[in-house]
C-alpha cells in the first residue's frame, strides 16, 4: 500500500512561484512511477508531469513545458514539483499520483494512488 500527502499549495499572484511537495509511503517498488495532475473547476484531471523513481526520467505536459519542473529526494522518500511563471489556467487542485509501473504514464489511469490534493490559486 502506497499512502501520498501534497502540501505547498496556495496563493499566489500570476507570474509567481510555488513548490508543491508529495511525501510518500510504502515499497518504493509500489510507486516506480510518479505524477503530478490538476483539476480545475468543472474540468477533468489532467496531466502535469511524471518521473520514473529510478531512473529520474521526466515526461510533461505542453502547457507546463519549460514553466514547471518535477523532481524526487530518494533519501526524503519525496515528490517535487516547482511551478514558475504561474498563469491564470494553473488555478486547480493538484494530485500526486503513484504506482508500480515503470512507464511514468501521462493518463490518469496510468496511477494506482493518489494523494488528496492540494489547492493552488493564481490570481491576477
Known amino acids: 500500500q502506497v499512502q501520498l500527502a501534497e502540501s505547498g499549495g496556495g496563493l499566489v499572484q500570476a507570474g509567481g512561484s510555488l513548490r508543491l511537495s508529495c511525501a510518500a509511503s510504502?515499497?518504493?517498488?509500489?510507486?516506480?512511477?510518479m505524477g503530478w495532475f490538476r483539476q480545475a473547476p468543472g474540468k477533468e484531471r489532467e496531466f502535469v508531469a511524471s518521473?520514473?523513481?529510478?531512473?529520474?526520467?521526466?515526461r510533461y505536459a505542453d502547457s507546463v513545458k519549460g514553466r514547471f519542473t518535477i523532481s524526487r529526494d530518494n533519501a526524503k522518500n519525496s515528490m517535487y514539483l516547482q511551478m514558475n511563471s504561474l498563469k491564470l489556467e494553473d488555478t486547480a487542485i493538484y494530485y500526486c499520483a503513484a504506482d508500480r509501473n515503470t512507464w511514468y504514464g501521462t493518463a490518469v489511469n496510468d496511477y494506482a494512488y493518489w494523494g488528496q490534493g492540494t489547492q493552488v490559486t493564481v490570481s491576477s
Open positions: 510504502g515499497r518504493t517498488s509500489s510507486r516506480s512511477s
Open positions: 518521473i520514473n523513481w529510478s531512473s529520474g526520467s521526466t
